[in-house]
């Protein structure tokens, strides 16, 4: 039966599609499903679906008459599997979207899955179907502390799947058969507390209270200095957070509370060079970084700074290595400039780099032999 909802004027319609699936059987069940679909229509005019795109998909392990699919998400539909079993739900806009397989006496895996849309239609991946002689259980719990919306938790184990917390921090999987699970949450700049847990499933009997709390990831840049007196030489940190602090006794630092990202950490004392010049770093979150020693020398000759640019495609996050008399590696600011201060006389060479990217040139060579700043010119980057 269709069904068009019209008014005077431009109006949204809904056409609704109820069908009854056939084929029923010791095999499949009766299942009547109904599907909205959006339809615009004005005055006068001939109704026309609105665009939109697809997520498709099947089943296999049964006979596919008789699952029901279920889409939640940035839209919410049920329809039934066909008689080659697939299903597709039509006319969805871009956003990110849950599709859950279900019918009484079987279990699925994975037992969901999860699918983005952007600008084109998707298949998702195919859900096998397993007969159970027992009921199916359920694994619930909650996310809390620094984040709690929209992380990401997997199973893994007996069945598969993926869901995201609601606003609560809730999450629960369903439709699960008896066996063991590792439940894990995840979410981009957070450690979870327990990283997973370990959940043991008894026929028919649900799991609750399987909880972990989230708090802000950091990381920690650890090192020291080497070579004669090692106290009281200044270290500077440059990149995503910046900083400063001074070796103890035995010539160690250390940077905590960071944030993930690049970085550059640079030593420095009047009267000495050290080697490397500077070190860049990469942390992740909730890890340490540990350095190698940066040893330092007395100078006779006044240093100087080597410094430069890069532009074109990319500027910013280069890598930049210093090879010769000193060495060391910086990032690129934002403007795409670097730096190596405190650089005894002698010969460097310069060479960028970046993952997907070319550098013209490929690398300079610079001779300096007095104090100052000189310059290691421009590079351009390339994709």
Known sequence: MHTVVRQAKCVLAALFVTSLVSGCGSDSACLTTTAAVKISA?????????????????????????????????????????????????????????VTP?????????????????GANV??????????????????GTVSGAAGQDVTVTLSGANTGTVFTDANGNYSFSGLAAGGYTVTPSIAGYVSSPA???????????????????SVATARIFGSVSGGAVQNVTITLSGVNTG???????????????????????????GYIFTPASTAVTTSRGE?????????????????????????????????????????????DA???????????????VTPSLAGYTFTPASRTVSAFSGGDISAGNFTAAP
């Open 244 to 270: 400063s602090a001074v070796t103890d006794a035995n010539g160690k630092f250390s940077f905590t509370g960071l944030v993930e990202g690049n970085y550059t950490v640079t030593p420095s004392l009047a």
């Open 288 to 332: 340490d970084v540990i350095l190698g020693s940066f040893a330092k020398s007395a100078y006779v000759a006044a240093t100087f700074s080597l410094s430069g640019t890069v532009g074109g495609a990319v500027a910013q996050n280069v890598t930049i290595t210093l090879s010769g008399t000193n060495s060391g590696t910086v990032f690129t």
């Open 102 to 118: 279900s019918r009484a006496g079987y279990t699925f895996n994975p037992v969901n899955v999860v699918v983005t849309i952007s």
């Open 196 to 214: 997973s847990t370990a959940v043991t499933i008894v026929s028919g009997q649900n799991v609750v209270g399987v909880d972990f709390m989230e």
């Open 123 to 140: 298949a998702a991946d195919t859900f096998t179907a397993t007969a159970v002689n027992a009921p199916t259980s359920d694994i619930s």
């Open 335 to 349: 403007g795409g400039s670097f730096k190596f201060p405190g650089l005894a006389s002698g010969t460097y060479t």
């Open 42 to 98: 004005c005055s006068g005019g001939t109704p026309s679906a609105v665009s939109g795109h697809s997520v498709s998909g099947g089943v296999n392990g049964i006979s596919p008459l008789g699952v029901l699919f279920t889409l939640t998400g940035a839209a919410t539909a049920n329809v039934g599997g066909d008689a080659n079993g697939t299903y597709s739900f039509n006319g969805l806009a871009d956003g990110r979207y849950t």
